[in-house]
């Protein structure tokens, strides 16, 4: 069930993107709304990360299109903001949490440019939105794995976006961390911020989220979690791969086939 | 002390060129460094030096110089490219980053042998000399190598300052610059022509094959030291500088010792001595750390240990031998009666004539442990679903762990049970 919006928010046309020439999405087409807090679901290695670093311009596309407010990523990078994986980086770096926050501010300032106080300020208001204002000049490597996590959504409130992607945010964190986030991101959803985060966790889909989008290397769903949250989605997302796409992607890196021919 | 005197008043002209010289060039390097070390490529460095040597040989046969300009533009382009083919490879093969450094590094330094080979038999009589860059030679610095070095250093510096920012950034979260519109294949162009320029003005004092050591070095052995990546760049420029300053000084009480290797023998001692003794990260005070921990673990037990026999024999302040307190628990002698004598200090333990007995802090602190671990166990069976005979040995080591405000927490959650989960009393205070 792929459901179409009169105004998306964001359009991805036939998007394709292979990983040593093995399809990891194959095809996917979607539209998703304003203003919902919307999560990605489907089985390890369904491409829930790749899908969103396609969309941010982290890998390349073999074929296909994304629109974000309608126009391409170049021209409103200034409203989107995304928070990579916690372990995508080294947290022993010798640097501070309110510097690691100011880099949020960074696409507003340019190159050479200082932060300036106001963008301290929003900084700090960040830290303090989390729960972190205590921590400020605590250095990075002396945080817990939920700290790291806060300290990451903090730098992305200072970019003040429209649109958040959130790679795994709740992975390896503890519980009241857990709670902490969630209720400041169904917060700003009700500024009309949408929110779109790779998740987990099935049971908390429920509980947490406006809006689903089901994935296994094809999309499997896309809608109002009450509409598409159902067994047989389900079933059909973590069922197993379809047998006969996944040996012909393998055959595909064997034999290293081209995934589109060149026109 | 009078060659000491002499040597850095800087009167002599020569020694001044080579002094400016390797400072310069070390703490240069060790700038352009830091972020090298920080992105995780330190062999790097390594590649461009060894890829240097056929570019300078090449600058020299074309142009029948030893121009220092000539020849770091050959050893710029050839190192240059080195990097570029080290990245193409690690794209668009299966191999690996490590093996195609690897696999450049010796091609190019092997080719580059090949070429100073044939000149040094082509009989130009210009050519004495160019195997010095080999090992570097900074005692034959002149003036004219100081105007080239310092051009480059400030073109360095300069760089690095404009874009810290920016190269911060990119050293901690490349996907996140990206996403934010950063040009990150302009700033990896300028890092690597950064690293590029410092090696290729570094090789000069240290050679090719020791290149590696000044580049990574000092700021491996300053991030022992701050968690600040300025102060971490300033110091590993200061600790570059001193030992530049070390290697020109010894080679200059005893000529036949080369600068080079003893400014890698300086930077690396540095290093060593920050590795051991560095007060966060060092390895002494992590044993010293360990050690206490150690020392406060044993006390505890005895101090339970005291408690269990003043428990059983309802009567905690009974005088004790040392072979009673070891018949209860099996301690190391010697440990027992260290830490006997530390919890006297400490005013927990009181002795007569070999005999100790608590003092009422003593029976609260061995309470305390006690009523822990019980704790504990009654949290391990009952919350995280453990069997009764396997929760002794954890408890034994989180009972000297938990914080107050964990135990606060521990028996709000357990309701203040009465006894563990081996039907002992639980004693609260």
Redesign the interface.
Known sequence: MVEKQPTPLIEIHDLTVAYDKKPVLWDVDFTLPEGKLIGIVGPNGAGKSTLI?AI???IPMQSGYVKLFGQGL?KV?DK???V?QRE???WD????VLD?VL?GR??K?G????PRKADKEIAMDSLRKVGMEAFSKR?I?KLSGGQQQRVFLA?ALA?QAELYFMDEPFAGVDAATEKAIVALLKDMVSKNKTVIVVHHDLQSVRKYFDWLLMLNTRLVANGPVDQVFTNEFLEETYGGKLTLLSEVTELMKKEELPNREKK | MNDFIYFFSLQDPNIRYVVIGVILLTASSSIVGTFAFLRKKSLVGDAVAHSVLPGVCLAFIISGTKNPLWLIIGAFLTGWLSLVLIDYITKNSKIKEDAAIGLNLSVFFGFGMLLLTYIQHAGNASQSGLDHFLFGKAAALVGDDLLVFGAVAILLLGLTILFFKEFTLISFDIHFAQTIGVPIKFLQLVMTTLTVLAVVIGIQAVGVVLMAAILITPAAAARFWTENIKVMMVLGSVFGAISGMAGAYISYLAPAMPTGPWIVVSISSIALFSFFFSPSRGILSRLLKQMKIKKRMSEENILKALYHMGEKDKDFYKQRSVASILEKRGFQIPELKQGLRRLKRQGFCSSEHSLWKLTPEGKNKGQRTVKLHRLWEVYLTKYVKIAADHVHEDAETIEHFLTPELEQRLEKLLDYPTTDPHQSTIPYA
Not at chain 1, 93 to 96: D, H, I, K, Q, R
Request: aromatic share 14%; hydrophobic share 35%; proline share 7%.
């Open positions: 670093k941010m311009g982290l170049d990078r989107i903001s995304y990579p995508s980086v080294d770096f010798p640097t501070s690691v880099m960074y696409h300032l190159l050479f440019k200082r250095q490597s730098r970019q």
